[in-house]
Structure formats: structure tokens, C-alpha cells
């Protein structure tokens, strides 16, 4: 008798790979859970602020902790305590020395022992003239030794520790003018200036009746030579943001006040290059008593000035020669000197087809046209400057100064803005900007702004939950990498100021882009140093920037750079890949940084990653004699 079956062959080898196939998928599910529970595991989670930080002033720095199955431990920071990293990476992790004392102020590209080795013509010796490669210092540029951290604004306007910038000379030489006094342990800045005896807010009221300040029209200024910037000090308080700039000169430590009451600034000087902004920048300018001679070298400063202004944008002036025929005794000039002055800067004026708007008491004020139409018919009369035949407007980083006045963008109306109007202040800081609108910045369109800002709004909730950034804490900060500038425009509901720094380098120039938001900026190459004074930064956000700079020059000398201009127990945000940040962290635990590396907002599989930092708080030794 044949022997029976249960089942069909083909039915048994379908229960067969049934029973292999559920195998395989468990497997397989396992891996998968076990993978995910190990990421969960390894994952960074920014923790309410009170653990993020400690008290700001206190040496022990602590930010979120690691998550882990069997404890939760605050990191102390220490070689031994930091995220871990393969042992190739620690045997590079060299200790970096403080600088000696005499360092304390230093500034690499604006060194008066160097500059005095360059021209003096036009005052090419106090532009920027950074050290060779083998004059890099590889060491950290001390405090002084009785460094505190700086009053926070409101107050830091008025107030700066005397400790911190210890400079008298100001206070005795600009006495009468009332531009800084010292007051015990403190310097006190009352707001005077030499063309505002009665102050700086008294003086910007006189300018308010001759142009509009405050219908947000005007939002970004320039003050050329700005002593200690109580000009752009006061300014704010009616929403006008101004980069103010002066050499390092015989008023020593101008800028370095100025940033120290957390008001912009930067060293500069108009001499033989173009000033580091874009063209069609800023609303209005202000010279106050600056001494730049504004009418010689065939008007050449006032021509960089037309260039950095926008189309209908105001340039002020006070001091010589205005008003000569009642100060030119207390000038020390003659009356037939300062009139001829006044003449050649009105003639220049009227070459560059700016329309003067008033003159009245101690003000003289000019605007620049909205278009070239009527400019270009003009220059049947006024011969030069001519109109510049091929240029980049906007290129200015090392760029020569050309006595051509800029070409400003076609228009097909005589009330046209040549390159597009701007909205008003504060609506100017989120609608689409001109150059934008009009297709002038590579692979960028309104789409793509707009969620950029949606992007860098989400960001800056994820680093409030990793630093203070709503109680005051910072004031000054910088973004390296600026981009569009979302970063800046995201922290606008903060009492902070941002300097946009847009790499010299960069395929993408959007500097112009931030200026027509209203916010400031500069451009920059990262290979050399920043012009600004030691300790002026409370935060530093960095991000890619080392992807840009790693395969061109050094990144420890731009991480000591960093370090320079970073205050005391200031912080940094590093934003960029795991293999790059974890080079960045093994140099800087060599300054004296404690840092953590943590995970993308957006999660843990995200590849780039974010590195918070905070400088540790210590000073030089006291020079012995």
C-alpha cells in the first residue's frame, strides 16, 4: 500500500520558507531595535538652562549632560571628562600658553610697531597689514589682571570697568568735549562729542528735524572716525543701527570703548582701499569733526562714500569747515582756508549729482540720488568723476579706491530706487530683499529665504535651550559665516547686536542682502585676523566655517583668533561634521575651553553636528618692573 502524506509537497515548501522568512525578519528587527536603543542611548539632550549653565562669573562652567543607562553625570571638562574621542586624536592635543602681557591689546593687522614700517601717504600705515606666517603668535592673548566682566546692556552704554580698558588718555585729552571721565573703578560715558557739547542724544534730535529717524526709513549708518560711538550709542534707542569705525591712532582704545559699552564698531580707516562693505549698504553717514579731507585726491573719499550709500541715503556733516565763519578761531585755521574747503567739498558734491538737502547751525546735510538717469545727463556739465565703465560694485576686501563714481543699477523711471526699494524698518528684516527679488544672488529665491528664516527660527529656540540667551548674558556677537543672515535677523527679539561676517572668499556674496534686512555686517578672510580689539565678543556662531577654512590655511591660528576676540567666559557654536568638529574640540581643550559636542536639532541621524564651547576665565600676571 503506497504511504500516505499530510500534505502536498508544494504546500510543505511554502510552510518552509514561511518559517524562514519570519526568521529573517526577526533577526533583522532586532538589529534594528537594538541600533536605535544605542543611539537613544549615545544622544545628547539639551537640558533646562539653570543645568546648561552656571552662574555667569563663576570659574565652573558646566553645560548639558550625557544621558546614560546606569547614571547621569555632569561633565567636568577636564582632559579626562571631555566627549570621547579615539586616542590618535588626544596624543595631538597639545597645551597652548598664554602670550605675554605686553600682547593684552594686541591687534595682528592693525599693529602700530608694524605700520610704521609702511607709507604714510594717505594713510596707508594704518590700514590692515597682518603678520607674515612666521609672526603668527601660537599662543593666547591674556586680560588684563583685574579683568570683570563687562556691565550688561542697558547700562554698559554708560558704564565700562576701568580694569578692562586701563586708558586714560581719552578721558584727559577729550575732557572739555566730554567724550569719557573716570569715575573710581569705572570709566562713565556722558554721550558728548566734539560737535555735541550738549550730548549725543541732543544732537541726533537737531538731525531728526532735517531728515526722518524714526518712521523707519533710516535703519542702517555709517560714522566715519567715531571716537567712542555714542553717535551710534544713542542711535539705537530709535531702532538705527550703526557701524561706526576708527584707526588705531593716537586716541588710543577708541573702538575697543566703543565695544566695550556694546555698541558696533570696528578699526578702519578710509586711506587707499575700499571700505570691507558691500555698494548700496547704508541709509545715511555721518561725519562728526572726523578730519578726513573729504575734498582731496580728486574727491576720492566722498566717492567711496557715494558708493557705500543707498540710493536716496543721507551723508551729515558737522564740524570743519561747516559753520567756519563762527568756529575758525577756535580751528586754529583761517577763514579763506576752511571756506575754500567748503567750496571743493560742495563742488564734489554737486559732481557726484547729490542734492544738498540743509544747511542750519552746526549741519550740513546731503542725499544721494535714487537713480543715475538725471546723474548721466549731468555729465555733459561735470566732466569727472566719470561713471565707472567695468566694475564690481560690491568688491571690496583689499580693493584699491578709483577716483569713477560706482554705476548704480538701470532703472526705467526717474522716481525708480536703482536696485530696488527697501520696506521699513522692522518689516525690512523678513521681506524678500531686493537683490533676492530680482534674481542677483546665485541659487537663492523668495522660497528659499523664507525658509531660511523658518530654519534659523528653529535653530535659535534649540540653542536657547543650550545658553542664556533671553537673561542678558550676551551682547556682542558674531556669525562667521552669515550667510543671508537668518541667524542675526532670528535673535532680533533679544537685546543683542550681530556683526554679519561674510567670507572674502565665499561663491556667494550676500553681504548686500543682509543691509537691505537692516542688519550690518563685513566681509572677511578667516586666514587672517579680525580687525577688532581683544575680548569685544560675548558669543561667537561658527557655523561651517571650518569645512570653508580647513584645506586653506591653519585652524588652530583662526581658533586662537577666536580666542582673542572672545570676552572671558564668552561662548562659542560651532555648526559642521563630526570629523571636523572633533578636530576643532582636541585644539581647543589646549585653550582652556570646556565644550561638549551635541547632537542636531533635528535629531541624532543628522551628520552635522554642533559643538558648544565656553572660554574659561583667566588673566595675566601684573608686569614686574
Known sequence: MAKEYSGSPKHHHIESRRKRLTWILGVSGLCILSYIFGAWQNTTTPINQSEAYSKVGCTDQTFPSSQSSSSTNTLDFESHHGVEINNSIEAVTKKISPCDMKFSEYTPCQDPTRARKFDRRMLK???????????????MIPAPPKYKTPFKWPQSRDYAWYDNIPHRELSIEKAVQNWIQVEGDRFRFPGGGTMFPRGANAYIDDINE???????KIRTA??????????????????????????????????QFALERGVPAMIGVLASQRLPYPARAFDMAHCSRCLIPWADNDGLYLIELDRVLRPG?????????????????????TQEDLKQEQDSIEEVARSLCWKKVVEKNDLAIWQKPLNHI??????????????????????????????????LPEVSGDNEVAGGAV??????????????????????????FEEDNKLWNEKITYYGKMIPLEHGRYRNIMDMNANLGGFAAALLKFPVWVMNVVPANSDRDSLGVIYERGLIGTYHD?????????????????????????????ITYILLEMDRILRPEGTVIFRDTVEVLVKVQAISDGMKWKSQIMDHETGPFNPEKILVAVKSYWTGETTRQ
Open 125 to 139: 600705515y594704518r590700514e590692515r597689514h597682518c603678520p607674515p606666517k612666521e609672526e603668527l603668535l601660537l599662543c
Open 526 to 554: 578667516w586666514c587672517e585676523a579680525f580687525s577688532t580689539y581683544p575680548r569685544t565678543y560675548d558669543l561667537i556662531h561658527a557655523d561651517g566655517i571650518f569645512s570653508i577654512y580647513q584645506d586653506r590655511c591653519d
Open 313 to 333: 541715503g543721507y551723508w551729515i556733516l558737522s564740524g570743519p569747515p561747516i559753520r567756519w565763519k563762527k568756529y575758525w578761531r577756535g580751528w586754529a585755521r
Open 222 to 255: 555709517i560714522d566715519t572716525g567715531c571716537g567712542v560711538a555714542s553717535w551710534g550709542a544713542y542711535l539705537l534707542k530709535r531702532d538705527i543701527l550703526a557701524m561706526s569705525f576708527a584707526p588705531r591712532d593716537t586716541h588710543e582704545a577708541q573702538v
Open 210 to 216: 532735517l531728515i526722518p529717524l524714526t518712521t523707519g
Open 374 to 407: 538725471q546723474c548721466i545727463k549731468n555729465k555733459k556739465v561735470y566732466k569727472t568723476p566719470h561713471i565707472c565703465k567695468s566694475d564690481d560694485p560690491d568688491s571690496a576686501w583689499y580693493r584699491n579706491l578709483e577716483t569713477c563714481i560706482t554705476p
Open 423 to 448: 520696506e521699513n524698518w522692522p518689516n525690512r528684516a523678513f521681506v524678500v530683499p531686493p537683490r533676492i527679488s530680482r534674481g542677483t544672488i546665485p541659487n537663492v529665491n523668495k522660497e528659499k
